[in-house]
Every structure is written in C-alpha cells, then in structure tokens.
Nanobody, 124 residues
Framework: QVRLVESGGGLVQPGGSLKLSCAAS????????AGWFRQAPGKEREFVAG????????YYADSVKGRFTISRDNAKNTVYLQMNNLKPEDTAIYYC?????????????????WGQGTQVTVSS
C-alpha cells in the first residue's frame, strides 16, 4: 500500500504561483512513476503532469506546458508541482497519484493509489 497526502493548495490571483507537494509513505514509492491530475466541478478528472522515478522523463498536458513543472525528491518520498502564471481555468481539486510501474500514464484508471486532493482556486 502507498499513502499519498497533498498540500499547498489555496486561493491565488491570476498570474500568481503555487507549489503543491505530495508526500508518500508505504511501498517503495521512489521506484514508481507519479502523476498529478485535476478535477474541476462538473468535469472529468484530467491528467496534468507525470514523472518517472528517476525524474529524467516528464510529461505535461498541453494546457499546462511551459507554466507547470513537476519534480520529485526520492529521499523525501515527495513529488512537487510548481504552478506559475495561473489562470482561472486552472481552478480545480488537484490529486497526486502513483502506480506500481515506472512508466507515465495519462489515464486516471492507470493509477492505483491516490491522495485526497488539494483545492486550487484562481480568482481575482
């Protein structure tokens, strides 16, 4: 089992920044790929960014490319999502997820373990 706990969400103005953290415990999290997803009210959960265990390969949704950066510190069992130039359409609950493989997947059903989510609201 892997337990994931997200933090760092909040209210920010358009153009602002936030950094989300996802702390993991349990199985060897540092050997698995991890991803960030988000879900806005009335919408399906969507892929935001993914990273392999080494951090050498990362993948982003087109909507966040150039604005968001995913990273990880395996010594701390933590994955991060730095979000810059935030837009109102980025408003959603953000979830961290991991799977028992070291490959990035963009479909939510490909991930076995999920955190409880953290709310990000972008509004003036």
């Amino acid at each position: 089992q892997v337990r994931l706990v997200e933090s760092g969400g909040g209210l920010v103005q358009p153009g602002g920044s936030l950094k989300l953290s996802c702390a993991a415990s349990g199985r060897t999290f540092s050997r698995f790929a991890a991803g960030w997803f988000r879900q806005a009210p009335g919408k399906e959960r969507e892929f935001v960014a993914g990273i392999k265990w080494s951090g050498g390969q990362r993948y982003y949704a087109d909507s966040v490319k150039g604005r968001f950066t995913i990273s990880r510190d395996n010594a701390k069992n933590t994955v991060y999502l730095q979000m810059n130039n935030l837009k109102p359409e980025d408003t959603a609950i953000y979830y961290c997820a991991t799977r028992g493989l070291d490959s990035i997947a963009t479909l939510p059903q490909s991930y076995e373990y999920w955190g409880q989510g953290t709310q990000v609201t972008v509004s003036s």
